[in-house]
DNA sequence: GTCCGGTCCT
DNA sequence: AGGACGGGAC
């Protein structure tokens, strides 16, 4: 239904895997819009580099990342982030994702400011790693159709899907990418709009 | 005033 | 379990 109503969703927006990574860690109970802003800014300071990041004082990188809310909080994060690829790959972002997605989830769960939610962001739309992303709209869509046990574990709603969907990139990509569409213009905490949604009659 | 593609600490 | 972190958009 999401794939005939939204088509190739094209997610995550970024161009480089850093910039993916980063956004994910930005991105933590923000609206998007305000992680653009905050990126354009990185990218205007060429900060969104690892070596950048990794030797600029976290207030520098707190006052760019500022419209992003929690910048002290998260500028710690992003450092906390590079800190772990200057450990592990010398900085080289590339050789730091080429690692197996069990490592690499498990290292990315080490990191201080990275939960499961942004760890699997990261695994699969900076990646590339064939794991779901569950998110807060992921958990409001399927409690209000009546899916989910409340409250449900985070792994127990990841195999839910892992378990039925096809093992193809593509798929596990565009379907949290649907899901966060229609959480956001649908789905909404306060007024949901269901006459209009494009999961009205999903069971 | 509410909400946002969470996570950590107490 | 509850609180802290926070600017920006509607």
Not at 63 to 78: D, E, H, M, Q, T
Request: aromatic content about 8%; proline content about 4%.
């Amino acid at each position: 239904m999401l794939r005939d109503r939204y088509g190739p969703s094209g997610w995550w927006p970024g161009e480089t895997p850093l910039e993916i990574a980063v956004g994910a860690v930005l991105t933590q109970n923000t609206a998007w819009g305000n992680v653009e802003k905050a990126i354009a800014l990185l990218q205007e300071h060429s900060m969104l580099d690892v070596q950048r990041i990794h030797s600029a004082r976290p207030e520098t990188l707190a006052s760019l990342i500022r419209p992003s809310g929690y910048y002290n909080l998260k500028a710690v994060r992003l450092k906390n982030l590079v800190q772990v690829i200057m450990e592990l790959s010398a900085g080289n972002v590339d050789a730091f994702f080429n690692r197996d997605l069990e490592d690499l989830r498990s290292v990315l769960l080490g990191v201080n400011g990275i939960g499961k939610e942004t760890a699997d962001s990261i695994c699969c739309y900076a990646a590339g790693k064939i794991i779901f992303v569950v998110d807060a709209y992921t958990r409001r869509i399927l409690s209000r159709h009546g899916m989910m046990e409340e409250p449900s574990d985070y792994e127990t709603i990841r195999h839910l899907f892992e378990a039925t969907l096809p093992r193809d990139l593509a798929v596990y990509k565009d379907l949290h990418a649907y899901l966060v569409f229609v959480g956001k213009d649908f789905c909404r905490k306060g007024k949901p709009k269901c006459e209009s949604c494009p999961l009205k009659g999903w069971a």
